[in-house]
């Protein structure tokens, strides 16, 4: 299947600091593609894969299992590892999950988490079904482009398919035993107002990881795609801040790039 206008994964390379950016369900790199280029053009090497089942239509996602999103994220962030000194992981939604479950298996090779609404729980009760009732409906009205910002959409489906929503719904799970052996450094922006992910998402978080340098900012004019909204420079700006603090040599060859 062809790719959708703008959902192909995209790659920088930079300096000695590596960045691997990953996208939320039913999304696409897309919706991390000018947050990408922004950490590229201060002297980064940066990563946005494409998840599998994601970019083309969402009958390709129905097959797919959280664990192949996870080796996709996985692969792209050894890597990073492999040619950077340090790495961090930047996510949105369900890539936020992702993210954690990189940071628990992956220790010391992660350097901090920026989490963009992470999506680590359920908000529908009718999630309880979701067991039976993928066997009886292919999909539900999908939940891409939640934004506030008008005129601008994100490139996902317009349709939620049910068997990779079970799947989804086990990855939360396993996220959320794992997540007090998270001790990287992170830096948390969630919007109050968002229709996709609720704010007791990043509160569960906030209350299980086990990292003592934490930060959360409140992302109040926009939506889920916060990485598309009013507020993306907000998002940009803080985590080239956070990876800067963490990572030295990020700052430095910011100087020679510039240069």
Not at 45 to 71: F, M, N
Not at 242 to 259: C, E, I, Q, T
């Amino acid at each position: 299947m062809p790719l959708m206008p703008g959902a192909e994964p995209y790659r920088h390379d930079g300096g000695p600091v590596g960045v691997l950016l990953v996208h939320g369900f039913t999304g696409s790199p897309q919706s991390m593609r000018p947050w990408a280029e922004h950490l590229a053009d201060a002297g980064l090497t940066v990563s946005v894969p494409l998840l599998p089942g994601h970019g083309t239509r969402w009958q390709d996602l129905q097959p797919t299992r959280w664990e192949d999103w996870y080796a996709t994220a996985e692969t792209a962030l050894l890597e990073l590892a492999d040619r950077c000194e340090q790495v961090f992981v930047c996510a949105l939604s369900m890539g936020g999950a992702l993210a954690l479950k990189l940071a628990e298996k992956h220790g010391d090779r992660i350097s901090g988490l920026v989490l963009v609404n992470p999506s680590v729980r359920s908000d529908n009760p009718a999630t309880v079904l979701l067991p039976v009732l993928r066997h009886l409906l292919p999909s539900l009205p999908g939940i891409a482009s939640d934004i506030a910002k008008p005129g601008t959409t994100e490139v996902g489906y317009d349709r939620l398919p049910l068997h990779a929503a079970w799947s989804l719904a086990r990855l939360w799970k396993s996220v959320q035993a794992g997540m007090p052996r998270v001790t990287q450094p992170v830096l948390l922006l969630h919007s109050p107002q968002d229709h996709v992910v609720s704010p007791h998402n990043s509160a569960m978080v906030l209350a299980r990881i086990s990292s003592t340098d934490v930060t959360e900012l409140l992302l109040d004019r926009s939506f889920h795609v916060a990485t598309l909204d009013h507020d993306a420079g907000l998002i940009f700006g803080a985590s080239l801040d956070f990876v800067r603090r963490l990572a030295p040599a990020a700052a430095v060859d910011a100087g020679n790039h510039s240069g």
